[in-house]
């Protein structure tokens, strides 16, 4: 999804949007592709250890990929300002699953 979207704004939005907004949907894009290896190591975690930090942790990511990057995308397609405001909610989303996730780690470690 994050290619598409990537490859979508790379050759069917440059014309429509301006840079900075063609800026916003490219951020929107690298975050949710940085997040996908985030659920891709907490599902492997989980399968290793069986611990419940590390499928919240998942669902804290694809909970911040919605958040974050769906109101980014949002507000690059429509110009609908106070999806900003949203913006956060998601970044600490992402942030609380890295906690779960560097938390599980410690946990498993010893």
Known sequence: MGVALGAFAAHGLKAR???????VFDTAVRYQMYHVFAIVAAAWAWARWQRRVFAVAGWLFAAGIVIFSGSLY???LSGVGWLGAVTPLGGATFLAGWVC??????????
């Open 17 to 23: 949007l301006d840079p900075d907004m063609l800026a």
């Open 101 to 110: 996730l560097g938390l599980g780690a410690l946990r498993a470690k010893s």
């Open 74 to 76: 949002v507000l690059a």
